[in-house]
């Protein structure tokens, strides 16, 4: 049975790794063609995490907490 679980664990991590989200950035570099992952571009094409926001062109959360990697790619 454990071995069950196991099998299915790793199709779902290849799913997953089949569609692969860009993660934001944690600060706009603010260059004129803006770059995939700006999170000024993802957030005005609707691609951004959601709990995600952006001011004064920084990455914030909504609730006020810090913005880590981690949890951004948890999320992600």
Same mark, same amino acid.
């Given at each position: ?49 959601? #709990?995600?926001? =952006?001011? $004064?062109? +920084? !990455?914030?959360? *909504?609730? #006020?907490?810090? =913005?880590? $990697?981690? +949890? !951004?790619?948890? *999320?992600?």
């Amino acid at each position: 049975m454990a071995k069950d679980k196991a099998k299915d664990a790793s199709k779902s991590a290849s799913k997953s790794e089949a569609k692969v989200r860009k993660l934001p950035k944690l600060e706009c570099c603010e260059s004129k063609t803006k770059c995939g992952r700006c999170p000024l571009r993802m957030l005005k094409e609707g691609t951004l995490p959601p #709990g995600y926001t =952006v001011k $004064k062109r +920084k !990455l914030v959360r *909504v609730d #006020g907490k810090k =913005v880590t $990697k981690k +949890k !951004l790619a948890e *999320v992600a």
